[in-house]
């Protein structure tokens, strides 16, 4: 899907007459990611994404989402929401905190939204609103980054892809294990966690196990 802010017809729709689970991969010569995808009698009609921030460096990649329509004549209101509003716009020219639009699709239609690629660390659609007459599916991306994308030395630029859960199915507690991983620069450890709240005065805390002093 490489058109902003276009209906385009790219939706693929696989049938089993059993469960079945799918995995996509999105693969080029340097970078690469995967996801589960998650079944339509799943989606919802209410989303926030969670993208991640413009990566401006060899390229103009961009973070962002793409929307999917599971039956015809399904409208979309999307709310802009994120940071850098006054710093960047999106790749169709809109801005963060403009007012809402609408956009209809039908069946196997996707409209993808993302940002101009002009900045680095400063312009994010996290938290952009999505809601819809009719269920949907939302895929959150990046077309190409280093995590964090402030780093200037490291290596491991990578495309990021997950689809997205519906915001009414979010829930209160989460468990994570962390990943070894090679530590050549100093930078290389440790993982990043993002916090979205689906409403106004959330609260939330962090407790984590230290492995050296247990």
């Known amino acids: 899907v490489r058109e902003p802010e276009q209906v385009v017809k790219k939706g693929i729709r696989i049938r089993s007459k059993k469960p079945i689970s799918v995995y ?15 079944p339509v009698n799943a989606w919802g009609r209410e989303y926030l994404a969670t993208s991640y921030y413009d990566f401006r460096e060899f390229d103009n990649w961009a ?9 015809n004549a399904t409208s979309v209101d999307i709310q802009l929401r994120g940071t850098g509003q006054l710093d960047a716009r999106t790749a169709g ?4 905190g403009g007012p809402p639009f609408t956009i209809m699709l039908d069946e196997g239609d996707v409209f993808m939204v993302k940002g101009d690629g002009q900045t680095r660390g400063v312009f994010d659609l996290t ?8 269920p949907i599916g939302l895929m959150s991306f990046h077309e190409r980054s280093t995590m964090p994308n402030l780093l200037v030395n490291g290596n491991g630029r990578n495309h990021l892809v997950e689809m997205t859960p519906p915001s009414t199915t979010w829930g209160k507690r989460y468990v994570t294990v962390e990943y070894s991983r090679e ?27 230290d492995k050296t002093s247990k």
């Open 24 to 38: 996509v991969i999105n693969s080029k010569v340097f970078t690469s990611d995967g996801f589960m995808a998650i």
């Open 63 to 71: 973070g962002g989402f793409i929307i999917i329509a599971r039956e």
């Open 93 to 96: 020219g809109r801005q963060i």
């Open 127 to 134: 938290g952009s609103k999505i809601t819809a007459d009719k």
């Open 183 to 209: 530590n050549r620069n100093g930078q290389g450890k440790g993982d990043v966690f993002r916090v979205v709240a689906r409403e106004p005065n959330t609260r939330w805390t962090l407790k984590y196990y």
